[in-house]
């Protein structure tokens, strides 16, 4: 097969093989916006035209090889359950979705070009409509009080991706990751650019603490709904800056000596309460004693008193017998 000799005598063989594949693909070109049927049907009718051509052109034994190198190179099988990818033909502009395990054979082909995934270039694959999906956003850098501090967030967003076709990859040529980042820095930015460090850290828990209809309309990006604004557990909020840094060791020192102000004036409260019921204790206390001598006199209230005092002997003891000289209180 190889020798000058066959190639010259079967030149004709491999003029054929060459316009058939011309005319395979122009016929398709001709029935593509014709017949849908039809051009389900081509890929087939190219396979067959070759086989049928190499089968003529060669002997059995290597037809069958040329066959099974053919279909070898021309055929794939693929396997996409949790995403979509896109299917085209060679030569033509239309493509189509595909999911799920399937054949794809000459002149189709999987387009694996990330540059023709539109939103979804960052991801390297086409998510499934309705798929939730977790993107981690880059660091943000806020500045707050006009410029004077400077802080890094990182976040994160969750969220559910929309219907889209084709054209939307072809039009949205920007990543999903690159517009969302976007989105949430221009919003911080504008938020806290004219606040104190202190209400800067307050707006920003605001703002990602908000419903996620909020969210969504003030992160809109083609092709995904965000449903949720997180900040990343792992580094949250810092500072960007050294002076920053300061400003919120500061805040931290203030907010610690505020909550010991608190304590200490808390046990002070406490204390007080103490003393008063200790007083209005010792008022009740009084005013029965002053009350026993109206009715006994000073010597009975006196007799009362040591009665009390030796009945408590006589419980902490425990003896059967009471001492010597006990008399009923009545008496």
């Given amino acids: 097969f190889g020798s000058s000799n066959f190639i010259c005598g079967n030149f004709l063989f491999i003029t054929i093989i060459v316009f058939s594949l011309l005319f395979c693909l122009e016929f398709l070109q001709q029935i593509q916006e014709q017949d849908s049927d039809m051009m389900e049907m081509a890929p087939y009718l190219i396979h067959g035209i070759v086989i049928a051509i190499l089968f003529a052109l060669l002997e059995l034994p290597l037809s069958l090889i040329a066959t099974a190198i053919w279909l070898f190179f021309t055929c794939s099988f693929v396997e996409a359950y949790d995403r979509q990818v ?6 033509l502009p239309d493509a189509t979705f595909a999911k799920g395990s399937f054949f794809v054979t000459f002149p189709q082909y999987v387009s694996s070009s990330e540059t023709k995934k539109g939103p979804w270039s960052g991801k390297g694959y086409l998510p499934l409509p309705g798929q939730k999906e977790e993107i981690d956003v880059p660091e943000v850098v806020v500045m707050v009080e006009r410029g004077l501090y400077s802080l890094k967030i990182n976040t994160k967003v969750m969220g559910v991706v929309l219907e889209y076709t084709i054209d939307d990859l072809l039009l949205n040529r920007s990543s999903v990751n690159q517009l969302i980042y976007d989105s949430i ?3 911080l930015r504008k938020a806290v650019h004219d606040l104190s460090l202190q209400e800067a850290l307050i707006e920003i828990q605001r703002i990602f603490c908000q419903d996620a209809n909020t969210i969504s309309s003030v992160i809109s990006v ?5 449903t949720q604004l997180l ?7 810092s500072a960007n800056t050294p002076s920053t840094q300061k400003a919120l060791d500061i805040m931290a020192q203030q907010q610690q000596e505020s909550s010991k102000r608190k304590v200490l004036e808390a046990a002070m409260e406490t204390e007080e309460q103490k ?3 200790q007083r209005v204790t010792l008022q009740g206390e009084r005013e029965a004693m002053m009350l026993q001598q109206e009715i006994y006199g000073k010597e009975g209230a006196a007799m009362v008193e040591a009665a009390k005092h030796a009945k408590n002997l006589f419980l902490c003891v425990g003896t059967n017998q009471p ?3 006990w008399t009923h209180v009545s008496q």
């Fill in 231 to 237: 900040l990343d557990p792992n580094q949250s909020i």
């Fill in 275 to 277: 003393v008063r019921l």
């Fill in 86 to 91: 896109v299917v085209r033909k060679l030569f």
């Fill in 222 to 226: 083609p092709c995904f709904k965000v």
């Fill in 323 to 325: 001492p010597a000289g």
């Fill in 185 to 187: 820095a221009t919003t």
